[in-house]
């Protein structure tokens, strides 16, 4: 698959634009969020994204294992194994950084999110925001600019994958408000599960509300509206760029013989 490149992996507000988002879940906002520009939503295997970090869902060795963490280590190459052994382990809610080898990122940064605690949910909520703080905050202090998140503890790990979205968007949302939030370009969410998908269409409107015009635009059409001729342009302009977007992994792109679910029995094995 050819690599996706940061700038086309679509914003929110162009999926507000063309309705791939339904807003009917966002409390109305009073305002938009300022983020709508920077954060992007993509279904995709985010070993394809040449973006400048993505972030892998990886447990406390940091030496690999079944799902994304997996598929980042095959489409890396050995050599990322090599780094990695040099870490030392991390311990959950934080994260590392290495190199990229044969992924069209920059950088990976590995975070380690929390085997979902059904008893003491409040601890799984505090590691999870801390992982994805952390890997912005490492982000950051590497000067990167576009990173791209996998659905951190949503597989293996169990964590619930609408809570999971809520606690992402929020600390994702709480960063990009902060001083260093304004140092990067654009931070993306990457789906890959249906029920992943579902979960982030209805998170992200929530803790990032389109502008009150775009919802209106939703509900306008063509002839209603004075200026038709330029909200029909770029309707026009948002589908072309939409239709580029590509196809639905349904399988572990790099080890297409192994389906999710055959990782996951490996994994608990
Ligand atoms: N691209 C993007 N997302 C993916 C990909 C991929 N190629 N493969 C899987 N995913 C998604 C899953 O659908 C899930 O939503 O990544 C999310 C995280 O799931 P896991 O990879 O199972 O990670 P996690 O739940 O955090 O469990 C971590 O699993 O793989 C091991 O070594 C890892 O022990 C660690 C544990």
Redesign the pocket.
Same mark, same amino acid.
């Not at 690999?64 to 598929?71: E, I, K, T």
């Not at 996998?150 to 790990?157: E, P, R």
């Given at each position: 698959m050819a690599p996706i490149a940061a700038a086309d992996i679509p914003t929110l507000n162009l999926l507000y634009k063309l309705k791939k988002l339904d807003t009917s879940s966002s409390p109305s906002p009073k305002r938009a969020s300022d983020h709508n520009d920077r954060v992007g939503l993509i279904r995709a295997? /985010? !070993?394809s994204l040449a973006v400048d970090a993505i972030v892998n &869902?990886?447990?406390k060795s940091l030496l690999?294992?079944?799902?994304?963490?997996?598929?980042i280590h095959r489409a890396a190459g050995p050599q990322l194994l090599s780094e990695c052994r040099t870490l030392n382990g991390c311990e959950t809610g934080s994260s590392k950084i290495t190199d990229a080898y044969n992924l069209p990122c920059k950088k990976v940064i590995h975070t380690v999110?929390p085997i979902y605690d059904e008893i003491r949910p409040e601890r799984s909520k505090a590691s999870l925001q801390s992982c994805y703080k952390s890997s912005l905050e490492l982000a950051v202090q590497h000067g990167l600019k576009t990173v791209a998140f996998?659905? /951190?503890? !949503?597989? /293996?790990?169990g964590y619930p994958s609408g809570e999971a979205a809520m606690v992402a968007c929020e600390a994702v949302a709480s960063f990009l408000d902060g001083d260093d939030g304004k140092k990067l370009d654009k931070v993306i969410f990457?789906t890959?599960?249906e029920k992943?998908v579902r979960a982030y269409n209805q998170a992200l409107p929530r803790f990032f509300p389109p502008a009150a015009e775009t919802s209106a635009y939703q509900g306008m059409n063509a002839e209603s509206d004075p200026d038709e001729g330029d909200q029909a342009e770029a309707k026009a302009e948002a589908e072309a760029k939409a239709n580029q977007l590509p196809s639905v992994p349904t399988t572990?792109? &790099?080890d297409p013989s192994r389906t999710?679910k055959k990782q996951k029995q490996d !994994?608990e094995a």
């Open positions: 295997d /985010i !070993t &869902a990886a447990n690999g294992g079944g799902g994304v963490d997996g598929a999110g996998s659905a /951190i503890s !949503t597989g /293996i790990y990457v890959f599960e992943d572990d792109p &790099a999710q !994994t």
